[in-house]
């Protein structure tokens, strides 16, 4: 099955600097790579996604790119604020058809801390 | 916080008693999902199902069961066979035929002793 690795687990940035979270997959089928934020005591919402016919998506200050050869994905958030600090979870999943479809592999999360 | 509820928010259970977590949602969405949450291990899979009727194990399902009877609802049975039941329980729900994004419950905080 799918296994999907994300580093690092814990990030720590001042405010208006980058900050970048990495994952990897193992299914060379998935091609469906949404990215969660989760604030502390609240549910996991959707920041951005991509899928795999597309190599990067933005969004204002969140953007996404997909290396399908290297079977990565990337997580960049610009000119971070104090209420980017959250947990942040990569998932895969595999089109696979029939009752596999829409099954997401999550990663461990990454701790954002943004100090202001 | 409509569209997709769980209740209750905090349970409270001794070892060896089944408990019961509700899921549900007014979305229409014909896919639902049950992950159960740890500190440093992400969102773990435990059973989802794509249709009223039908449903399928993930990848934790192991002293857990499930139904879907109804579009709107997803209810998870933690068994006493669940060797380590304390967890975050999350639901989400997504449109089927995807894959969609998914949309999350407030979650179910679950404590056995």
């Known amino acids: 099955g799918e296994n999907v690795e994300q580093h690092p687990s814990t990030l720590s940035v001042q405010e208006g600097d980058s900050a970048v979270i990495k994952c990897t997959y193992s299914d060379s089928a998935s091609n469906y790579f949404p990215w969660y934020k989760q604030e502390l005591g609240k549910r996991p919402q959707l920041i951005i996604d991509i899928r795999s016919n597309v190599g990067e998506k933005k969004d204002q200050r969140i953007a996404v790119t997909l290396n399908k050869t290297a079977k990565h994905f990337s997580l960049h958030i610009t000119e971070t604020q104090p209420e980017d600090s959250a947990v942040y979870f990569c998932a895969a999943t595999a089109n696979a058809g029939g009752t596999s479809y829409g099954k997401l592999t999550f990663g461990q999360g990454t701790i954002l801390t943004v100090h202001p | 916080d409509g569209g997709i509820t769980q209740s209750p928010k905090y349970l409270f259970r001794k070892e060896g008693q089944n408990v019961t977590l509700s899921c549900e949602q007014n979305l229409n969405h014909d896919a639902m999902y049950w992950y159960r949450q740890d500190p440093g291990q992400g969102l773990r899979l435990i059973y989802y199902?794509?249709?009223?009727?039908?449903?399928q194990k993930g990848d934790i399902a192991e002293g857990y069961s499930v139904s879907r009877e109804k579009k709107e609802s997803f209810p998870l049975t933690v068994t006493s066979a669940q060797k380590n039941p304390t967890a975050f329980y999350l639901c989400?729900?997504?449109?089927?035929?995807?894959?969609?994004?998914?949309?999350f419950g407030p979650g179910t905080r679950l404590t056995v002793t």
């Open positions: 989400a729900s997504s449109m089927a035929g995807g894959p969609y994004e998914q949309y």
């Open positions: 199902s794509q249709i009223v009727n039908d449903f």
